[in-house]
């Protein structure tokens, strides 16, 4: 006798070849395999990027080198501030577009030199 999760699968099987039709059933089954394939292929890259980082923290003499501190991430803001005055652009009292536009302007005109 069938439980309820066969009859649910039967169900959602049957509403899938009515929808779709039987020709498009292979070309889902494959793209729901390449997905698969691509979601392992994922997981198998993060796995072995783990396992060599954790590789590299520790050391044959039971030691654990401290990892580098990362980077600070900038913001957009920052980002464009430390262009502005790389660029020796003043910066008070203007709007990030106004900041933009100056920096673009200032691009042109080097590059054009």
């Known amino acids: 006798m069938l439980d ?9 099987v049957a ?4 929808m779709w039709g039987p020709a ?9 395999g390449r997905a698969r394939g691509e979601f392992t292929k994922a997981q198998k890259e993060f796995t072995d ?4 980082t954790e590789s590299t923290t520790t050391t044959t003499n ?15 803001d920052e980002m464009l501030l430390e262009t502005a005055q790389r660029l020796g652009i003043p ?6 577009e106004r900041i933009s536009e100056e920096i673009s302007l200032k691009v042109k ?3 054009s030199e």
Do not use: H, N, Y
């Open 24 to 32: 498009k059933i292979p070309e889902f089954a494959k793209a729901l």
């Open 15 to 18: 509403i899938v070849i009515i």
């Open 49 to 52: 990027a783990a396992t060599a």
């Open 62 to 76: 039971a030691t654990v080198t401290a990892p580098k501190p990362a980077p600070a991430i900038k913001t957009k």
């Open 109 to 111: 005109l080097l590059s």
């Open 4 to 12: 309820g999760w066969e009859w649910i699968i039967i169900g959602v």
């Open 91 to 96: 910066t008070d009292g203007k709007t990030r």
